[in-house]
């Protein structure tokens, strides 16, 4: 991986001639537009994100953290959204809501459906084309907000598996989009779980942008254990300037399970390279890296360490951040906002990290009372020496025998570790197991974890 981030001369070039090509990209119906690699905001003048994530979909409840971001400084948050697909969708009246939100607010609103995460590795993750059914069913809300509206088609939309269509789905999302009447600044996500170790995205990003009749996507990069170096964070970065195709770091952290990424190397290359960025994320989180929660328990006067650095640190919101000119330029509010009472439910699972391992399952035989299952688990951007996954069935369903996996059930829950000889797996590599098993009534898929070490 490393050494393919400095050997791309010949894809750089192309990159170059294809998107000098293109000219002067047209400028959206009063709204965000792209030009030369950077972004504008509807008055013409350069916007340069500077913001945060927010788990809206899990936490509808939390609509003062719009408040609460902004009086901390941000001028862009990026808004986790549900097409219904793996968790409650977020209806056309919510989304108009969270529109209103941001511009009371006076922050731009980068909207994302998060059920494309891991598409073609994560059980139950929809398609590209599935997010844009949400997107158009919504063009009414979208309509009219393209001043302050920035739509995200899908959060990290490949694994680390089945992502070669990557560019293909993306340019048939974007004419799809553009056909049904959005004329918004579009975001592309990259596949490998938002991390682009494969530099998919990288090498067919100048396609993807031609596709756009409007010459309006950006790119988005997620920025975890793959950019552990400041030499990764520069080389990717400064490729899509050098050719004049626009990006932002859509989500990064400053620790993760899949290594520790240069946080200080991305806000400072970001700052003298005009980047935009969107840290990962307010408050939440789950499943294991509650360590990116940038407050605690959605209290901004609370913030945790990562918080501290983003927000009040060396080119971090606070120094750098500048509100859209669409906004009159009046400065951001001084006051410390409420503090919101923390939630009253758990924190969701997110979806696995961006890295360690993942699994799939795949029901490969059924009849009358049985059926065979096989679990792929999946490296992802580091090699590991160990897995663990598992799973709680649904339907009450039992393993009764299992082969290349030390598996054991308590009841509806299992557990499934590697054996001595098919624990290490090299980056994006997989191995495979299978069982037997019984159902009655139902045999829904279930949701699998996955813990690398």
Not at 254 to 266: C, K, L, M, R, V
Request: aromatic share 10%.
């Amino acid at each position: 991986m490393k050494t393919r981030l400095s050997a791309a001369g010949a894809t750089l070039l192309a990159l170059l001639v294809t998107v000098l090509a293109f000219g002067q990209p047209a400028h959206a119906a009063a709204g965000f537009s792209v030009a030369d690699g950077r972004l504008y905001d509807a008055n013409g003048a350069e916007f340069i994100m500077r913001g945060v994530n927010h788990a809206h979909t899990w936490y509808p409840q939390q609509t003062s953290s719009f408040a609460d971001v902004k009086a901390l400084g941000a001028n862009t948050v990026r808004v986790v959204l549900s097409s219904g697909d793996r968790w409650t969708r977020n209806t056309g009246a919510d989304v108009a809501n969270v529109i209103s939100l941001c511009k009371a607010n006076r922050l731009i609103c980068v909207l994302e459906v998060h059920d494309t995460t891991g598409y073609g590795e994560q059980s139950g993750a929809i398609t590209l084309a599935r997010a844009v059914d949400y997107w158009l069913s919504l063009a009414d809300v979208l309509a009219g907000q393209e001043r302050y509206v920035i739509v995200n088609i899908g959060n990290e939309p490949y694994g680390n598996q089945n992502y070669a269509s990557w560019a293909t789905d993306n340019a048939d999302a974007i004419k799809r989009l553009r056909a049904g009447g959005l004329t918004h600044t579009i975001m592309v996500d990259a596949p490998n779980w938002g991390q682009d170790w494969s530099f998919t995205m990288r090498d067919n990003a100048a396609s993807v942008f031609a596709a756009d009749p409007a010459h309006n996507t950006v790119f988005s990069i997620h920025m975890y254990g793959v950019f552990d170096t400041a030499a990764e964070i520069s080389d990717y970065l400064g490729r899509f300037r050098a050719a004049g195709l626009p990006i932002v770091v859509g989500e990064f952290g400053f620790n993760h399970s899949d290594g520790n990424p240069d946080e200080d190397a991305i806000l400072a290359y970001s700052q003298a390279n005009g980047i935009g960025w969107l840290g990962w994320s307010w408050s939440g989180n789950g499943g294991g890296v509650e360590y990116l929660d940038l407050a605690t328990n959605f209290n901004p006067a609370s913030l945790t360490d990562w918080g501290q650095r983003l927000f009040n640190g060396v080119n971090g919101i606070r120094e750098t951040a500048r509100e859209a000119s669409v906004f009159g330029g009046t400065p951001p509010p001084t006051t410390p906002p409420p503090t919101t009472p923390p939630p009253t439910t758990p924190p969701p699972t997110t979806p696995p990290p961006n890295g360690g391992c993942t699994a799939t399952y795949t029901v490969t035989n059924q009849w009358q009372g049985g059926f065979q299952g096989e679990v792929r688990v999946t490296a992802g951007a580091r090699a590991i020496t160990g897995w663990t996954t598992g799973w709680t069935f649904a339907n009450g369903q039992r393993v009764t025998q299992s082969w290349n996996v030390a598996l054991t059930s308590s009841g509806i829950t299992v557990t499934a570790r590697n054996t001595d000889y098919n624990g290490r797996l090299a980056a994006g590599a997989s191995a495979s197991f299978g069982f037997l098993g019984s159902w009655t009534g139902a045999n829904s898929l279930p949701v699998l974890s996955c813990t690398a070490s």
